[in-house]
């Protein structure tokens, strides 16, 4: 290691005055997940000093109500990455709000939830949703309404691993676990394990199935050791049976990606997905869709340029739309592209914004037929973008 | 000027107490880094508290540390400024607080990725055996044992291998 003289570090310290050494700075929380109820408006929320707050728009995002807290103590919020609060409206005025509370302890977290039956003007106290209450990982929630009200939270869970630990045993990776609420998350019933050996921090993707039912898509670590991806639905496993393989690039890493995948699905049950991942030492990213049951639709597409990372897809009747963004070493761009039948032609990528500092991943959204990229970032920040129609590419 | 004299003040301090300090990497740091090291291998790992599979890589540096003091470590944390404490409590548990040690002090992580390597998607732990003439060798999750034995060879000589 170098151990400075005074002189020395003096003579350091003027070098890198004199080149402009930059000034540090804490990493922006950005995370916000918005939607739009029926009547068009939009909602939001994000974390703003130890607080969860909601707020919305009536002008497609260019100005927002005051925010109302969620809850009301101030508590420790994840709004980074991969950990993002999220929002679901479910009409009549019914708000839920799921998010991550990290612990102390390393990797642990509580998976936390509260609902507004008032159309977001107060909300009930917070309750944890994980029902194993040690100081462990219990993070990366993802949340789900189904057509009939039935609401389902989904997280990265490390109680078996902990047991396993404790008993002497090796155990590979994390668990998905997930717990169901039928009565408007006034409470959550007992949990459930969707499958063992999960990736242990990329987060998880939630859509509806055709008949309202959640399918996840997640990053898994299979026993070969490859961190390939997962499709399944929720309570549509038998425990402990392993779930079916959805990608195949095979990259074998001991190690965190940070990259997880996103999911919708088609009204004909088509399964379209977007994931990040190494083939032939190469990262990138893909897109690929599967029949409703599993069976591929033909070999998975890279998309996106170098960096390109942490996709969002949204479907729309046949139209489908992709974005990623990604830091050219100045600026981080979104860059869109969208296929017009249902995933087989898509037209050209093009840049649908640009950040000058940090930002947030970006999330597809709608109203009606109508498509948007919602996207917080630190310089300009939060945007809600309307991606008009583009032409597809024979 | 009055962070410039505060900063003026925290680097003599370290320099006269002689301590290993945790810095904040900034952008423009990496090309720094290097630039204070031509001619020079070095090992330079990137890791985070939230990543499960860093703390095997940690303990892999500590015990590298241990049996070559000369080895020039650089262990960098891609956690934000505000876990700072943590992560130097977890650096001194692990035995790398003497090291040089940094932690990601800009809002923007994929900035600092961008200009440690392009081509790293993030993942972690990530590691990066530096030859003399800055050709290095990238590792995501742990170094393998063969490769390092041959870095280390080529760079220090026989010497002896990592177990004293």
Known sequence: ?394 | MKRFLLLAGALLFAAWAGAAELRPFVPGDMARLLQERQGRPFVLTLWSLDCPHCKGTLRQLAALAKARPAVDLVVVSTDSLGDSQHVAALLAATGLAQRDTWVFGDAAPERLRFEIDRRWGGEMPRTYLFDRDHKSAAFSGAVAEAELQQWLARNFGAGRGLKP
């Open chain 1, 1 to 394: 290691m170098i151990r400075l003289s005074a002189g020395a570090a003096l003579f350091l310290l003027l070098l890198t005055t004199a080149a402009g050494a930059a000034e540090p700075k804490l990493r922006a929380q950005l995370a916000t997940s918005a939607a739009f109820d029926d009547d068009g408006r939009l909602w939001r929320v994000r974390l703003t000093e130890g607080h969860v707050v909601v707020d919305a728009s009536d002008d497609q995002g260019a100005s927002f109500a005051p925010a109302v807290r969620v809850n009301a103590a101030p508590e420790a919020v994840a709004a980074e990455g991969e950990q993002r609060p999220e929002i679901a409206l479910a009409g009549q005025g019914r708000i839920y709000v799921a998010w991550t509370s990290p612990l102390p302890q390393p990797y642990a977290g509580h998976v936390r939830f509260a609902h507004s039956d008032d159309g977001g003007r107060t909300f009930a106290a917070p309750l944890t949703v994980n029902d194993n209450r040690e100081a462990i990982t219990h993070r990366f929630q993802s949340l789900h309404v189904a057509a009939d009200g039935r609401l389902t939270v989904a997280w990265i869970d490390k109680r078996d691993l902990e047991a396993a630990k404790r008993a002497g045993q090796d155990h590979r990776g994390a668990a998905i676990y997930y717990s169901v609420s039928a009565d408007g998350g006034a409470s959550f019933e007992p949990n459930r394990r969707l499958a063992a050996h999960s990736c242990e921090c990329c987060r998880i993707a939630l859509a509806s199935d055709t008949d309202g039912a959640a399918v996840a898509f997640w990053r898994h670590t299979f026993a070969d050791g490859t961190r390939d991806h997962a499709l399944a639905r929720i309570g549509g496993l038998a425990d402990d049976k392993a779930p079916a393989r959805a990608t195949h690039e095979g990259w074998r890493v001991n190690a965190c990606p940070h990259h997880g995948p996103d999911l919708a699905i088609g009204a004909d049950g088509t399964r379209h997905g977007a994931w990040f991942n190494q083939a032939d030492g190469v990262p990138g990213l893909f897109y690929g869709a599967w029949r409703p049951d599993g069976r591929p639709l033909g070999a998975p597409m890279r998309f996106g340029a170098a960096n390109a990372a942490h996709p969002a897809l949204l479907i729309l009747g046949r139209r489908v739309l992709l974005a990623w963004k990604a830091f050219d070493g100045e600026r981080t761009v979104v860059s869109v592209m969208e296929s017009a039948d249902g995933g087989r032609r898509w037209s050209a990528p093009r840049s649908a914004a640009t950040a000058a500092d940090a930002s947030d991943h970006p999330r597809l959204i709608a109203w009606r037929d109508r498509a948007y990229l919602s996207w917080a970032t630190l310089a300009e920040g939060y945007r809600l973008i309307p991606l008009a129609v583009a032409e597809a590419t024979p």
